[in-house]
């Protein structure tokens, strides 16, 4: 599925040729066309926002129930209950996107290709580094087959088939300490997967920071965030 979008105004030279003569002067620029793709599916971005919208819940919960004596936005009753409800709601929602993923194939987009791989990554190092700055085009040309560079399906990758599901894991053990007390044992004892659990939860608000951030730097600063209610991603 393809659109086109219309954007930008500005001044372009034109050179006129009349009788030998090469007039150069300003002339207001037409619409500049851009070429949409239909990237994001309707299930990924529905999945997307109740993700987000449960990891919000899930962090403000979680500071409260580790900060219970500091803080007071709920109740240390009232906190665990709704981290846990969120928490299955993510469990399932991770779960249904697997098998959409699986079943569509949409699962191979998060798999980094061995062929240049250090090449690419190299230039898109360049790229966050300096070039986005100087407003260097982005290596990576975006399309519904291919639409994460290189440095995105690793962290990806990670991501969603090594630290969440750790961090699921993790909170279905503290959930329920005597149901899974032989798997707690079997990963160090109750400790160590409250660290586990504590560490990645840290790690997911750091990331949800850095996420936004890169979300802005489209060629306007809502462009990747509109795509993700539409779909469609600049070309």
């Known amino acids: 599925m393809e659109a086109l979008a219309t954007i930008g105004h500005g001044a372009q030279e034109k050179v006129v040729s009349h009788d ?14 851009h070429k949409m793709i239909y990237i994001h599916h309707a299930p990924i971005r529905v999945w997307h ?12 919960t979680g500071v409260q129930i580790r900060f219970a004596e500091q803080l007071d936005w709920f109740s240390l009753e009232e906190a665990i209950h709704l981290h846990n409800y969120v928490g299955f709601m993510v469990i399932s929602n991770y779960c249904l996107w697997l098998v959409y993923s699986l079943v569509s194939g949409q699962i191979r987009l998060y798999i980094p290709s061995g062929k240049n791989m250090i090449q690419k990554i190299r230039e898109q190092v360049v790229y966050y580094s300096y070039g986005i700055f100087r407003g260097d085009q982005n290596p990576h040309v975006i399309t519904p087959e291919n639409k994460f560079n290189v440095m995105q399906q690793q962290t990806y990758a990670i991501l969603m088939f090594v630290l969440l599901p750790l961090q699921l894991i993790t909170g279905l053990f503290l959930w329920e300490i005597k149901r899974f007390e032989n798997y707690i044992q079997f990963m160090g004892g109750i400790r160590i997967v409250n660290l586990i659990h504590v560490v990645l939860f840290f790690f997911f608000a750091a990331f949800i920071v850095g996420h936004i951030y890169l979300a802005t730097l489209g060629h306007t600063p809502l462009a990747h965030i509109k795509a993700m209610f539409t779909g469609y991603e600049d070309e």
């Open 49 to 60: 926002w109740v993700n987000a919208t449960a990891f919000i819940f899930l962090l403000a």
């Open 20 to 33: 030998r003569r090469v007039i150069r002067r300003k002339e207001p620029l037409g619409l500049v066309k």
